[in-house]
């Protein structure tokens, strides 16, 4: 308790040392402790820890102690990892096999051998594959290590899809529309949270991940600043940071005003824009970019033409080698363009249009965002946002490029601008700005669409996976093929695998879920402790905690290129008969397809001992390789790799270089600079209508508008540092930390009577479902919204709860009201909804 209490407070602190933890670290191992590092996989930081175990003693939550890894590169410890032993020993662990026995969704159970279970899901997934073709099959994870791919992939399926709609899609989304193609990913892009002077957060609580927020506390204490832009005051506001209240989905408004202020008090860095961003490429009345083509017969149509305030034009474009690699730009340096160019060019043909700069379209589509027409929107103070827009550009700040960023089903949009702002304000891989992370290059072989960990290589089903079909640019919506378990369409899915994901919790509109998932002819859970998702399971299958695996992997979320080693040596409890869930996997599938199992070069491992060596071995051969390509290198260097691993359970193999992308190696776009007028979404015309080139402010189409002043209200949801997932949820500290309640501010609890503590009803406006909580009144939220956190209470599963932890019941499931809009094209799902606040009478 007294970890999880540290935890609580660490998000408000200025900063934190970890000294003591390095003593009392120091003071067990003279005691006879040893140490062994963890990668915590909670949520999707993987922060450093150590496990330290009393030697001699038998495992158990007395022998081994949890403590944040001193110096590690993403040195998180929060309340969820402060209770990892509370999980690995739960009284509601799954430890055996369970077989459904009732009605889907009446989570009847009983216990049966693994061989029961394996034989009969391989047998019935045999027959489905035969009768349905592999694409019938689908899998997903919320493990961050994606261990569902072990069935589908060698299956032959596609149709492995991850959380990615309900979490960061927009954000994928939006940076890549800015930065491009292998600039999008979480984590790639990332504030330089140790060295930053100022940083926006826009609903973001920086309770996930902890090791940034650790960071982030470094520069904090050397006097940066942090301004929260939320419906509710997140966790990091308690201390000095500045909670701006904004009403709920206006968050894209914000950003433009932001825009349209440095351009107009001219605090915009403009020779950034002008050399490093298409902003001075000229763009036709049709929206399309000019091009070399359009003035010279045989030109290049990627060559894009520039004009300086003389009328002369230039070209710039990508430089790619002999084998059509890009490696630079192809441009002349000494020329200056002009951002405000408007003016007509003649074409090869002889005729002459009109053209204007990237930067010009930019400037005329944030005009509309003055701080007062973005006051009446956002109920930010118009001084406020100057202030905020001057503070920006003085003490070149950067904006955070999110988390958990799927909301209001306008997200693309907002990460869009909030790139751009980034850009416009010329802070981009520069210290202290929004960097491009480094790798450690760390390549651990694994299985893919037809390719194995071994070379092996196979001829995958014929069908593209299901959820790209109706959103071309998804990075990963579920939904899609649950819907099609219910409808046949695109094409018919009758199993899915369900691996460490709490879908519940996870996927918006719980009501439809659970009636898709009663369509599966085949569903298999396969977690820790009994999610909700169990109830609706054919089989529940247990498997392994972080605690009980190793892993070899790069540091994600961080500045420089490290790898970590995650090796605690801890096994199951006593009676506790989990597994390795790759090894379930692929025990189902060599049942089924023996053939299909030796495409990754698995045969038949009867012991836990035998599956790591196979499943090991894989880190251990990127490691090897990696190491011995250090040492060729720098002679010494791997040897200095090994020791660090050793000694400390990471090391770090490329440090951060500073001001390379786009100053000397191009991003992902078409024009390689950071594109604040969008040509990737003129590429698609699917795209270019689902997002413009450059786009503002667009009310949330997610759900129905609250009517002002009544019992209607935005139901926001969030996260925080000591709670909040979806294994933690159940842990005994979270009973007493955990907040399952419903915040309201005073004004709108005054008008309808309802009082501190008080239990209500919360009704969807859209999807009528009704649940109950206690109401916390509090100033922490804007008025006319209402807060709940995410993965903390709501959960309903019907047999599997001893009576002791009833408390995760209580309160609400944001998702039992969220409509589940995905955006499209994207397929970014909202999680934020409209509710009726009712007091319960009697």
Known sequence: MKGGAVAASMAAAPALNNWAFAKKIEKLEKEGWTKHPVACTMCGAFCGLLAMRKDGEPLSEHSVRIFPNPGHPQQGYCGRSAAAMWVWN??????????????????????????????????????????????????????????????????????????????????????????????????????????????????????????????????????????SIDPRMPDIAYGDAD??????????????????????????????IEKHTNGAYLIKEDGQPLTQSDICSNGSKSMYVVMDSKGNISFRG???????????????????????AGSTVKLADGTSIPVKSAFVLVKEKMAEYTPEKTSEITGIPAGTIRRIAKEFADFKGVIDDGWYSSKN????????????????????????????????????????????????????????????????????????ALEAAATGKPYPVKAAFFVGTTMFHREANSQKLADHLKKLEL??????????????????????????????????????????????????????DARHDVWILLEILRRAFPERAERVGYKECKTAEEFNQYFNAFAQRGYDKLVADCEKAVPGWGKQICEDMATKGWSTIKPKVYDVYPYKKPFGTPSGKAEIYSFKSLSNPACSKAVSPITGYVPAPAYTAPKPNSNEF????????????????????????????????????????IKNHEIVEIEGIDTKAKGRAAVTVTKKVIPGAVFAFGFSGGVRTKNLLDPNYQFVKEGINSHWFATGYAQPFFGNVANNCSVRINKVRG
């Not at 709920?248 to 605090?267: C, H, K, R, W, Y």
């Not at 540092?721 to 004004?747: A, K």
Request: some cysteine; glycine content about 10%.
């Open 714 to 753: 935005v139901l926001v949801s969030g996260k925080n540092c000591q709670t909040c997932s979806g294994l933690n949820m159940f842990t005994e500290p979270t009973r007493y930390l955990g907040d399952r309640t419903v915040w309201i501010n005073p004004e709108d609890a005054a008008r309808l009577g």
């Open 523 to 576: 569903c298999v859970v396969q977690d820790v402790l009994p999610q909700e998702i169990v109830d609706y399971a054919d089989y529940v299958l247990p498997a392994t905690y972080f605690l009980e695996r190793k892993d070899i992997s790069g540091v994600k979320w961080a500045l420089d290129g490290s790898i970590y080693l995650s090796d605690p040596q801890l096994t199951p409890p006593k009676d506790c």
């Open 409 to 480: 089903g306008t997200d693309v949009q907002l990460y869009q601008l909030i790139s751009i702002a980034n850009a416009i304000n010329g802070n981009i891989d520069a210290k202290g700005g929004l960097v491009v992370t480094a790798g450690a290059g760390l390549k651990v072989p694994s299985v893919s669409a037809g390719k194995g960990p071994n070379g092996e290589t196979w001829k995958m089903a014929p069908e593209k996976r299901i959820d790209k079909i109706v959103y071309p640019d998804a990075a990963g919506t579920f939904k899609v």
């Open 243 to 272: 909670w701006v209240a904004i009403r709920p989905g206006t968050d894209g408004a914000f950003v433009a005003s932001l825009i349209n202020e440095m351009i107009t008090q001219g605090t915009a860095d403009l020779s950034f």
């Open 90 to 227: 739960h009284p509601l662990r799954l430890r055996k096999p369970l077989k459904r026995v009732g009605e889907k969704g009446a989570g009847q159970f009983e216990e049966v051998t693994w061989d029961e279970a394996l034989n009969d899901i391989a047998a019935r997934l045999k027959d489905i594959v035969q009768k349905n073709g592999a694409s019938s099959v689908v899998s997903t994870s919320h493990s961050f290590s994606g261990y569902s791919k072990w069935l589908t992939f060698p299956l032959g399926s596609p149709n492995n899809i991850g959380h990615q709609s309900s979490c960061n899609a927009g954000g994928i989304a939006g940076r890549n529309l800015v930065f491009g193609k292998g600039f999008d990913g979480a984590g790639k892009m990332e504030p330089d949270y140790a060295n930053l002077r100022y940083l926006i957060l826009i609903g973001r609580s920086m309770g996930a991940s902890m090791g940034a927020l650790h960071t982030l506390n470094q520069a904090r204490a050397n006097g940066a600043k942090v301004v």
């Open 318 to 340: 990508l430089k790619k080698n002999e084998k059509g690699i890009v490696v630079g730009f192809d441009e002349d340096p000494a020329f200056k363009a002009d951002l405000n």
